[in-house]
Structures are given as C-alpha cells and as structure tokens.
C-alpha cells in the first residue's frame, strides 16, 4: 500500500488521573468545553496545564516534557512558513510530516458493502491531519514554526530536529532526552488513562483487547472506523442499499449531508475528495474545532459533528 506520513518525537501526556470520565478527561479542572470561547476552552487547547489542584499527588509529566508554546492555534497552523512540501492540503498547516509512516486501514470486505466495489487507500488529509496527533507516533509539540522572531527551521517539515524542538526557551526537560520522553511516551505501553483513550494508532490486542503500543514505522488503524475508503455516491455505480446518499457533491473537494443552505456546515456529515473519489476520513464525523450542541452552550463531546444519542451520527450514513 501506498506510504503516508507523519512524524514521530517525544511529547504526548503522560500521568494525570482520571476523574470520573470514560476517557479520563475533567472538564471542570482542565476544560469548560464552552462554545464562547471557542477552541480555546476545549481540550484541543494544548497551551492547558495538566496539573490537577484537587491531586497534588500526582504530576502530569505533559507540563515538562512538552513545548507549550502560548499560543493556541500555533500546534496545527502558522501565519507564515507553512508546511508546503508533502501536499496535505490543510491551510497554512505547520506540522511536521514523516513520509516513512505506513498507515494499514480497516478493510474488511463486507463491512463495506459495495459488493467488491470498494477501494480502501491510504489515509487522506482530512484523517493526516487527526493522526498527526493521535496516531501513536507524533507528539504534539513537533512544529515546523515556534512563535517569535528566529524559531523558523523549513528541514522541519520533513524531518525532526530534536535539537531545535529542545531549543524552546520555554520548555523545561528536567534533564531527560528527548528519546527518553519518547520512550516513556509512546513505545512501552504506559500510556496513562487521559491519554491512553485519544491514541488511535495504538491498537489493541486480537486476543484480549488489551492496549497495544504504536511501534516503529507502522501505524495499526484496523480496530478503527474505516478511514480512506470510498463511499458510494451518484458519481459510483455501487445500488443504494446500505448507505445514504448525500445532498450534495462538489467533486475535488466534498460531498455533505446538508440541511438546505447548500453550503458545508460543522455539524453535517461530509465525505472527503482527496482525488480518489468521496472518502470517508477522520474529520467526515469530527471537526476539531468544536461543534455545538442543541444548546449552543456547549461543544458536542469528542468534537462530534452530530451527537450520537440514539445512533443519530451512524445512522446519518447508515440505513439500518
């Protein structure tokens, strides 16, 4: 299969305490997930400190090992220097790509089905994007342009520099290499609950289900909804019988569930066109910016376009 990317350094999380919440996230002491402040008040907010006053036992090591760089915005897209290099296609993106990560998709035949129609590819960018976080193997710290005058290196966006990333005059290391971080992050299993539940790459065991590390180059998406595979609309020959088929199609760039305005909205399911046809990607069901809820008060959980009570989000897509 084809060879995608991404980069893997030394960063995530690790050592916060869950508190109550399936995927260990506290919004009362780390996030409001209110829809006033926008993405600054969710959990996508990587400036946020970690460090919980209601358990001073324990340290969230993210508060030392990683670059928190201030800004908000600054962890996916910069003003200038973008990431121009690998076609991502994401604006003014500034994140570091590793073109020797190999993404294997879910591709069971008859979940699909398409009756032998369907083609499984590579992740596209509407899922690299997601998984330049969440894969397992990229920290999210590893930036092409760090804020202020003269923390610009273009090599970034190919290829790490950890000298560079360690060169932030703001980060403390407490003495450790950045291969020791990485060590301790992503490669022996301890990721700690908070985080253990956003890492998608990882993967779980056939035989217990049980948490399985990412490992060297090759990024497991098997147990994961099916990311880069096509999706049956008026432009395939694939009969409609399981699936939906979406208001509109602009090819190039997407087709949408819409709700009359004609126009892609943040809550309204869309399948991606990365030049393979209309694909089902991460960002078909998220948008990481947040979405509101009914209420306009708060952002839908897990940055959900449609909140899924009663299977409202699956059965957008699904005719069951």
């Known amino acids: 299969m084809k060879r995608v990317s991404w980069l893997a ?34 959990r996508h907010n990587m400036t946020m400190s970690y460090m ?27 003003p200038h220097g973008a990431n121009t290099s690998t076609g991502v296609g994401m604006p ?42 969440h894969d397992g193997a990229t920290a999210i710290d590893s930036i092409i342009n760090m804020p202020g005058s003269g923390n610009y290196m273009a090599t970034q ?20 290499s950045l291969a020791e971080c990485a060590s301790q992050c992503h490669n022996d299993g301890q990721l700690p609950p908070d985080f253990q539940n956003f890492v998608i790459g990882a993967g779980t065991s056939e035989l217990d289900g049980s948490h399985v590390p990412q490992t060297g180059n090759v990024v497991d998406l098997r147990d994961d909804h099916p990311v ?15 699936f939906r088929e979406v208001d509109v199609e602009i ?3 997407y087709a949408f569930f819409d709700n009359g305005n004609r126009r892609a909205d943040k809550n309204e399911i869309r399948v991606y066109d990365s030049g393979e046809g209309f ?12 979405v509101p809820d009914a209420t306009n008060i708060n952002f839908i ?3 959900l376009r449609v909140a899924n009570n009663d299977s409202n989000l699956c059965l957008t897509c699904h005719i069951k």
């Not at 994140?95 to 499984?120: H, K, S």
């Not at 089902?280 to 947040?290: I, M, N, Q, R, Y």
Request: proline share 6%; aromatic share 10%; net charge negative.
């Open 52 to 78: 919980e006053d209601d358990f001073p036992q324990y340290v969230a090591t993210m508060d030392i090992y990683r670059n928190n760089y201030g800004e908000v915005c600054v962890y996916c897209h910069t």
């Open 279 to 290: 694909e089902v990607e991460c960002a078909s069901c998220h948008d990481p910016h947040g």
């Open 9 to 42: 350094l030394a960063v995530i999380a690790q050592g916060a305490v869950s508190v109550g919440y399936a995927d260990g996230w506290d919004p009362d002491t780390r996030a409001n997930n209110l829809v006033a402040e926008g993405i600054k008040g969710t």
């Open 301 to 303: 959980p897990s940055f």
């Open 251 to 253: 090819p190039g760039r």
């Open 92 to 133: 003014l993106w500034n994140r570091t790509v590793d073109v020797n990560l190999e993404f294997v998709p879910y591709n069971i035949p008859t979940t699909l089905g398409l009756g032998g129609e369907q083609t499984v590819t590579a992740p596209g960018p509407a899922s690299l994007t997601c998984l330049s976080c």
């Open 157 to 176: 966006e190919a290829t790490v520099n950890a000298g560079f990333l360690a060169g932030w005059s703001a980060t403390t290391f407490m003495n450790q």
């Open 228 to 242: 880069g595979v096509l999706y049956p609309t008026a432009l395939t020959s694939q009969a409609w019988v399981d």
